[in-house]
């Protein structure tokens, strides 16, 4: 079974700051992918990333891929109250299923 | 389009009892999978489908039952209720069930408790 570990857990901070959300394996991903989910909601994707080394921009979040694909990181910029949520990565562990990391769980305080 | 819809939303059952938590949508999706989410340990995948008539088992699949008889529907059984099955259950779609590339697509979710 491939684990996902993701750091930190927890994630308090205050609106205006940068934070930085990390998903570790020891396996390699073909590919990994970010979601975010609210209170009483499913999650709903955030973007897919597929070769090492990629970076991609959603706004004032930057989703990194590793160069070994084993890791990725999710970096926001100017954090709003509106990115408050749990932060799952996600990565394939068969062609068919899913492996979901325990997520993060970040608070922006206005 | 509705997308993932989930019934019921809560539920509460007695140890031994049994149910049936429902899954529908309407995004003529092939793959359609359950998951429950226990706190500090995200999603595990229960069962998955990747078409009618065709299932099989996820990470935790010991005392759920599934089965797919049409495209829209996969719906999600539990013989004999257990405490260790209170969890937040999630059904997902998506199109090929490519994992890691197509957009998986969930439902809001049932919150079950057993006691």
């Known amino acids: 079974t491939q684990l996902l570990e993701q750091s930190p857990q927890f994630l308090s901070i205050q609106e205006g700051e940068n934070l930085t959300v990390y998903c570790n394996s020891s396996s390699v991903f073909s590919s990994l992918q970010w979601y975010r989910q609210e209170p009483g909601e499913g999650p709903v994707l955030l973007v897919t990333?597929?070769?090492?080394?990629e970076v991609k921009k959603l706004k004032r979040l930057t989703f990194q891929f590793g160069d070994a694909r084993k890791d990725s990181s999710l970096h926001i910029t100017a954090a709003q109250p509106g990115d408050t949520g749990l932060y799952l990565c996600a990565g394939a562990g068969s062609a068919r299923q899913l492996t979901f990391g325990s997520g993060t769980q970040l608070t922006v305080l206005p | 389009n509705a997308g993932v819809t989930q019934t019921p939303k809560f539920q509460v059952l007695k140890t031994g009892q049994s149910m049936t938590l429902q899954c529908a949508q309407d995004m003529n999706h092939e793959y359609m999978s359950w998951y429950r989410q226990d706190p500090g340990m995200g999603l595990r995948l229960i069962h998955y489908?990747?078409?009618?008539?065709?299932?099989d088992q996820g990470e935790v699949p010991n005392g759920y039952n599934v089965s797919r008889s049409t495209t829209e529907d996969f719906p999600l059984r539990l013989l004999s209720a257990a405490p260790s099955q209170t969890s937040v259950y999630f059904c997902a779609s998506s199109y090929s069930g490519l994992a890691g590339t197509d957009t998986q697509y969930f439902g809001p979710g049932t919150r079950l408790t057993v006691l």
């Open positions: 990333v597929v070769t090492g080394g």
């Open positions: 489908s990747v078409g009618a008539g065709i299932t």
